[in-house]
């Protein structure tokens, strides 16, 4: 995708279609930047673009910068910049009947339950209110019968059983994460469900976990592994039970 993107971005622009223009900077070459860990022209792309789109209504442009804005903020780490994305937006996506289209729903769930873990990791004491948007997001995601977001589910359950130091519950959800992002194709998301699985179970068996799981994301060129998977899944994924 890295290869193609700078390819077709290049026609887009001599052709002067600003539609895909935008649609591929907000959407596609972010992530591209992001996995070169350089977040720094990630949210370059992102600015480019909506400053030449329209600053009126609230388009799938803006809803793809408003998630794209969302992951280089947890790749950040910048919890409270992440979560306050998901509070200005959620409105406008309401009013904008964006929620209608299945997978744009479940996507902004599960962005919205990242920057909620993201967000809780970094108060001095546990706010009840974000961690209750875990156990929320979880159920609503359930409501939606597709195995991706089944999977996004399990993923929220296991950053509240984290927080929470249920260890074993957590393994279990990310197990659950990991199979059924195998049915879905979304090898990325279950390597890093493997990878967190991996270290919380720790010993022989956890670092093989671990280590096959950063192979995957090694092969798809991530340069920072750990940065790139927190973005994906915020955690402390270590079991203090076994240090």
Known sequence: ISERVIKVLKEAQERG???????LRTRVSYVCYLAQNQPKLAADEIDIAMEKWSQTGFHAQH???FIARGEIALYHNQGELAWKLVKEHWPKMKRSMFFRVQFLLIESLHLSSRAAMCLVMQTTSPNNKLLNVLGRVARRLDREKKVYADAFAALSRAMFALFTGAYDSAIAQLSTAESKF?????QMYAAVAQRARGKLIGGEEGTKLVTKAEEIMKEQQIQNIETFAQMMLPGKWENKANN
């Open 182 to 186: 195998t049915v879905a194709n979304m």
């Open 63 to 65: 809803y793809y910068a």
């Open 17 to 23: 279609d600003l539609y895909a223009e935008t649609s």
